[in-house]
């Protein structure tokens, strides 16, 4: 199994409600991303897990909380968010390899298409 | 600072013709260089890598791009283009043992018949 799964396709929600995106891959991977990306713009990293530990947080708002329950799932939780939140979001996941002579090349998936009303 | 150029936000080409889409790099080590391509709504799939070796990389999709360090550059090529091309191409660098990877801002590729 070669990809990275993510659900659900879409998502809408109200600025007051708790809704969860979920991220899954069988790869082995050990490092596991979450990306926001507006249109017409790059993917902006939000947060890189680590052998499930949070490894990078880039300052997202405390609105957006991740969590990575084993090596193969990635959540992120999300609470009273802002309309300007809507945006696609990517998951992606790469083997860790601790040592520093390698890069840690992504697969993304196909991304969370989320709407705040 | 690391740092990734597209200098053409959009192209437009004729199917069947050559395409060259442009990026340049800031980086100070040898860098990691990817292309990805986006169509609408979707993820980020992989075109092509450069780590070291050949600076001519074929890659999926029949593109090839060149790593001229002189230049700082990793332009993508495609000798035929197809409608089915039409999409949003992304260059990127990484960092080795990193995990963070910077991306240009893309370039949006038209294909008119």
């Known amino acids: 199994d070669t990809e990275v799964t993510q659900t659900p396709k879409h998502l809408v929600m109200g600025m007051t409600n708790k809704k969860s995106l979920k991220c899954e891959q069988h790869?082995?991977?050990?490092?596991m991303y979450w990306y926001k990306q507006k249109a017409k713009k790059p993917p902006e990293l939000m947060f890189v897990y680590s052998y499930e530990k949070l490894s990078i947080n880039e300052s997202v708002p405390s609105r957006f909380s991740p969590e990575c329950p084993n090596s193969s799932l990635l959540n992120l939780h999300l609470h009273a968010l802002q309309p300007e939140d809507s945006a696609l979001y990517l998951c992606a996941s790469s083997q860790n390899t601790l040592a520093g002579s390698s890069y840690n090349e992504q697969f993304f998936g196909p991304g969370t298409r989320l709407t705040v009303l | 600072a690391q740092s990734v150029t597209q200098p053409d936000i959009h192209i437009t080409v004729s199917e069947g013709a050559s395409l060259e889409l442009r990026c340049n790099y800031s980086?100070?080590?040898?860098?990691?260089l990817f292309w990805y391509v986006q169509s609408p709504g979707q993820g980020l799939q992989l075109l092509l890598k450069?780590?070291?070796?050949?600076?001519l990389v074929q890659g999926i999709k029949g593109f090839e791009a060149e790593f001229k360090r002189s230049q700082s550059s990793f332009n993508l090529r495609k000798p035929s283009v197809h409608w089915s091309d039409a999409a949003e191409y992304f260059c990127a660098v990484g960092a080795a043992g990193g995990f963070k990877t910077i991306f240009g801002a893309g370039t949006r590729l038209f294909v008119k018949a």
């Open positions: 450069y780590f070291s070796g050949d600076t």
């Open positions: 980086y100070g080590a040898t860098p990691y």
């Open positions: 790869m082995g991977h050990r490092a």
